[in-house]
């Protein structure tokens, strides 16, 4: 009789490597083909950016190109609230022209006259719409880009236009023109939120609008707010959101490497997603240097770095005050309370006073420190100047010469939150 055991485990062992060729050969087809429309997107888009880029000069001239030193490319997951941050961005950048906004130029005259004779066929005319705008002189200093780029197309033509103006810059250097030709700084800003929290808003905001509308019909005072269908129908907002993940958001995580990629969170309330915009866009400057620059600067340690652990070391400071210096501690303690206070509560309306004092108490240099550090912890900012003078002190008998002494003034200086008047 056959081992059938042993026929079980031959069958096994053959069939075995043919199954797991079949699934490498069925992943390389995958990611071959994966590759090919990767390689077919690149290509397309190189094709849509020269087409474009050859417009404009076409139109304008190349050493007319002059876009502006700073472009902030801003997206978010729908209901992220950009609309309510752009502003915000542009007041804590000192940028003072409105934004481009994408889907506004879309809706311009001379783009709706493409629309209606079929000639907007997508990228291409997206992107040159968003570059000729940015040569718009108003546009020099700096710029925020709302909803540009949203597809993988858009996103390899931004890496395109930078590898351009990076081209021009090295062209005009040392030349007369260099100046309207700075180095390109680029910022991504993306705004997230995840899909529950997105959904809500959007849902939230067809609620608002609807209510809104209403009252505009029954007053009618005011202006009607466009109604987005996506955010009447929880299907589609989540189809919505589905869409800005997959196509925007993958597609811009691509750029992390190549420009100020600035993710916020959201989430939360307005003030706070403002409190992550500062911290994020605070100290940017110093990533924006030339590397000769910073690196000769880059010794010098960052503010929010020094500040980090201050608190911790004013505690402690004033802890070895009290335990290994008590006496002297106590001695600054009832000058401040006695004859600083007292002129400090009178200018609480500016929020700063200055003190001369003569106390020989600041003779010895750790009172200076003990006064600077007891008014940093009840949140005050103390500086204090020494200044020395001669005053006449005696005369000298026999040579009836004026003998001088050295006087000592310490002037304080001390700042804090004044008491704002209002004024009608």
């Not at 474009?52 to 000069?57: C, K, Q, R």
Request: proline letters at 4%; aromatic letters at 8%; one cysteine or more.
């Amino acid at each position: 009789m056959p081992n059938l055991s042993n026929d079980l485990n031959l069958d096994k062992e053959t069939h075995a490597p043919d199954s797991q060729a079949d699934s490498n050969s069925s992943l390389h087809r995958k990611k071959s083909g994966s590759k090919k429309i990767e390689d077919l997107e690149v290509k397309d888009a190189q094709l849509i950016f020269q087409t474009v880029w050859h417009e404009l000069e076409q139109e304008m001239g190349s050493e007319n190109l002059k876009f502006p030193a700073e472009i902030f490319w801003l997206n978010g997951a729908p209901g992220a609230g950009k609309g309510t941050q752009t502003e915000f961005i542009m007041e804590f950048r000192d940028l003072t022209e409105k934004p481009i906004i994408v889907s506004e130029l879309l809706k311009s005259p001379e783009a709706r006259k493409k629309i209606d004779a079929g000639l907007l066929a997508g990228d291409r005319e997206v992107t040159k719409l968003v570059l000729r705008t940015l040569l718009s002189p108003e546009y020099e200093s700096g710029a925020i880009v709302d909803g540009y780029p949203r597809t993988k197309s858009q996103v390899e033509c931004l890496k395109l236009f930078h590898n351009r103006l990076s081209e021009l810059r090295s062209k005009y250097l040392g030349t007369l023109q260099e100046t309207q030709f700075p180095k390109p700084r680029f910022h991504i800003i993306m705004l997230f939120i995840d899909e529950e929290e997105s959904v809500r808003r959007q849902l939230l905001r067809g609620q608002r609008s609807i209510a809104h509308n209403a009252e505009v019909e029954a007053s009618g005072v005011g202006d009607k707010r466009e109604v987005r269908k996506t955010d009447l129908d929880e299907d589609a907002a989540h189809l919505r959101y589905k869409t800005f993940k997959e196509s925007t958001y993958d597609s811009l995580t691509t750029l992390r490497q190549l420009f100020h990629y600035h993710f916020i969170n959201a989430h939360g309330t307005v003030i706070e997603v403002q409190q992550r915009i500062i911290q994020e866009l605070k100290y940017q400057s110093s990533l924006e240097l030339d590397e000769a620059t910073y690196d000769r600067i880059s010794s010098i340690p960052l503010a929010d770095k020094l500040s980090l652990h201050a608190r911790q070391l004013l505690v402690h400071r004033l802890d070895s005050y009290e335990k290994f210096h008590s006496e002297l501690f106590d001695r600054v303690v009832r000058l401040v309370k006695s004859k600083f206070i007292p002129i400090v509560e009178k200018h609480s309306i500016s929020g700063l006073a200055y003190i001369n004092s003569e106390d020989s108490v600041f003779d010895d240099p750790l009172a200076i420190a003990i006064l600077i550090d007891v008014f940093t912890e009840r949140g005050f900012t103390a500086v204090v100047d020494i200044r020395r003078m001669e005053v006449p002190s005696r005369i000298d008998p026999k040579s009836y010469e004026i003998i001088n002494r050295v006087k000592k003034v310490y002037r304080v200086r001390i700042n804090f939150p004044g008491s704002k008047i209002r004024r009608g």
